[in-house]
């Protein structure tokens, strides 16, 4: 089975759609992502993309409300803080400083655009 990422126009994916892996393949059998693009598209309208379960396909498997970066080729979430910035070796967002890794627990504070050490309540 093939899965499908359909987009709105802002590349959010809007939902995932099974096909058989027949659906996408060419008259020798080979599977091809714009042979199973173009078959969702004449069932639902839209415009889709191929994602995959373990990742293989644009880096992890899409779901709804997540982002389809056209220019790096995978689904991110939704960027969390207007600060960050993507990162091309994780392939997701990452803050302009790196969390602490001393064992506390920290939250992004996109005012002070630093780590701010969690308070027990």
């Known amino acids: 089975m093939a899965h499908f990422a359909e987009l709105d126009s802002n590349n959010t994916v809007l939902r995932i759609v099974v096909v058989k892996n ?3 393949a060419d008259a020798k059998g080979v599977e091809k992502e714009y042979i199973g693009a173009a078959y969702c598209e004449r069932l639902f309208g839209g415009r889709w993309v191929q994602t995959s379960y373990n990742g293989s396909i644009r880096g992890r498997y899409a779901g709804a409300g997540m982002i389809y970066n056209e220019e790096h080729n995978v689904f991110t979430g939704v960027k969390p803080y207007p600060s960050w910035v993507f990162d091309s070796t994780t392939k997701d967002w990452a803050a ?3 969390k602490p890794n001393d064992g506390k627990q920290y939250d992004w504070s996109e005012s002070t655009l630093s780590w701010v050490e969690k308070v027990a309540e």
């Open 96 to 98: 302009p400083t790196a």
């Open 22 to 24: 027949a659906d996408t």
